[in-house]
């Protein structure tokens, strides 16, 4: 059986247990609704018929002490209980369920009319005549609500018995689904499941650079066709990214040699010769285009070589103090919009690429320049923190909300109230993170928008024992 045909029919048994169960419980439920709106309404009549009968006993306390002793306030407060037996008969009628309630009904009516004419006699009864009449109609008042609790007994049982039918049916149904559910789970389990998970694994890791990486084929069926043709697209994207790359690499080797020849010819030209002012701005935007031309490059070769897993570092001990200081040194020298400061005149000895980690440097210095306003200043650590050396670029700038700095270490990555300040190509800081984890160090970035951005990079320092 297909996968399509097997969850088909696993569905449909489903659907169809799920449909007998909620058509149950729907009418279990109206006639448990109907029950409980009837047991509510004998309560109701019962808590009428007592309070009927302590105002007709209210109604005899206050005739008696009347006769005894002739006040007209208890003269009034009997009127007062009469009205309000009227008022409660007047709604008895509407409790009558069965055509016994509605004769008793009846009958406590009449008796209750006989009753009133008596009360209000002129001249007045006696009061073993009105007794006598009050008697009958208690008696009467009693038996209509032992009816009542006899009728909400009987419905009780009946809901009881209700109860105990759907419970056993709704467990049987239950217990049936159970099963239908552990066996169908099994078969996904098998037959999606676990080709779902290699699936997603495989992707994910396709997704994160690992183009080697394959989906496996568990069977020839629907989940099969799909792994082989992600391991079909899978193939084609890694000959693709290998084309690219070759073909980056090779565009930025041919590119290197000639900028290098041009950069340097115009930096001579600057020192060496004396221009007009108009040409001197030529030649210094001449060697500012080549100096952003020759870091382009650089940040294309770095990214070839980390994407190709070919970077090569050539690790040896160094001072991160003056190499620090001569970056430095140097941007500030060609930065004449801001004030680069340098603090942190401590050893600290790391096992790093000199010229690799100048690149990181030079990049995060300036990103600081080209995100912060002219006139701000950016401020350059180097503190020790344990066992770690931590290089710490600070600036004053329009500042990066929290949600999106995760992005910024993405190749080609540049946010969208950030992309108009300043020309790149998003891969500097991809680069940059690359080649710390290379050093075994990591790069954090803290900000707070309108109040500067702060990018630390920790690497690990050179303990005494490993020194040489």
């Known amino acids: 059986m297909s996968i399509k045909k ?3 029919l696993w569905v449909s048994v489903q659907v169809f247990c799920f449909a007998v169960m909620a058509a149950a419980l729907i009418l279990s439920t109206n006639k ?5 709106g009837q047991i509510l309404k004998d309560v109701k009549a019962t808590e009428m018929a007592h309070q009927f009968e302590i105002a007709i006993l209210g109604e005899r306390r206050e005739d008696l002490l009347w006769r005894f002793t002739g006040k007209a306030d208890h003269h009034q407060q009997k009127a007062v209980y009469l009205d309000q037996a009227s008022a409660i008969i007047d709604k008895l009628e509407q409790f009558g369920t069965s055509s016994g309630e509605n004769k008793l009904g009846a009958i406590i009516e009449n008796l209750f009319s006989r009753f009133r004419m008596f009360t209000v006699a002129e001249p007045p009864v006696s009061t073993e005549t009105i007794s006598s009449a009050a008697d009958e109609l208690l008696q009467a008042v009693e038996q209509f609500r032992d009816l009542k609790r006899m009728q909400m ?3 009780l049982a009946i809901s009881s018995r209700l109860n105990i039918i759907v419970d ?19 078969f996904l389990v098998k037959r999606i499941i676990l080709p779902i998970s290699a699936l997603s694994e495989a992707t994910t890791q396709f997704g994160r650079g690992e183009f080697g990486t394959r989906a ?11 792994c082989k043709t992600f391991n079909t697209m899978a193939e084609n994207i890694s000959n693709l990214q290998e084309e690219r790359l070759n073909f980056v690499a090779a565009v930025s080797h041919d590119l290197k040699n000639p900028l290098v020849l041009v950069g340097a010819t115009a930096r001579r030209l600057k020192k060496k010769l004396t221009l007009p002012g108009d040409q001197t701005i030529l030649v210094d935007r001449l060697v500012e285009q080549t100096m952003r031309m020759e870091d382009l490059v650089g940040d294309l070769m770095d990214s070839v070589q980390i994407q190709s ?16 200081d001569s970056i430095q040194r140097y941007q500030a020298e060609i930065t004449d919009s801001h004030h680069i400061v ?29 995100y912060s306003g002219n006139n701000s200043r950016v401020l350059i650590k180097v503190e020790q923190q ?35 300040m300043a020309k790149g190509t998003g891969l500097g800081l991809f680069s940059a993170k690359k080649i710390i984890d290379g050093h075994g160090g990591t790069i954090q970035i803290s900000s707070e928008p309108g109040k500067g951005t702060t990018v630390a990079v920790t690497l690990p320092l050179i303990l005494p024992t490993q020194q040489g």
């Not at 496996?216 to 799909?226: A, I, K, M, P």
């Not at 690790?315 to 190499?323: A, G, I, R, S």
């Open 32 to 36: 448990l609704q109907s029950m409980t």
């Open 386 to 420: 344990g066992t770690n050396a931590v290089v710490s670029i600070a600036d004053e700038g329009v500042g990066i909300p929290a949600a999106d700095i995760h992005f910024l270490f993405q190749p080609f990555a540049r946010l969208a109230h950030t992309r108009d």
């Open 168 to 186: 056993l049916g709704t467990i049987s149904l239950i217990l049936f689904i159970l099963l239908i559910v552990m066996i169908g789970s099994f």
């Open 342 to 370: 340098f603090e942190g005149k401590c050893t600290c000895r790391v096992m790093g690429d000199a010229r690799r980690l100048e690149r990181v440097f030079t990049n995060l210095i300036s990103n600081a320049v080209k």
């Open 153 to 155: 007994t009987n419905t």
């Open 6 to 8: 097997f969850i088909l």
């Open 216 to 226: 496996r084929v568990f069977r020839n069926d629907e989940f099969g066709s799909l």
């Open 309 to 324: 897993g070919k970077i090569a570092l050539k690790m040896d001990e160094l001072e991160l103090y003056p190499l620090v």
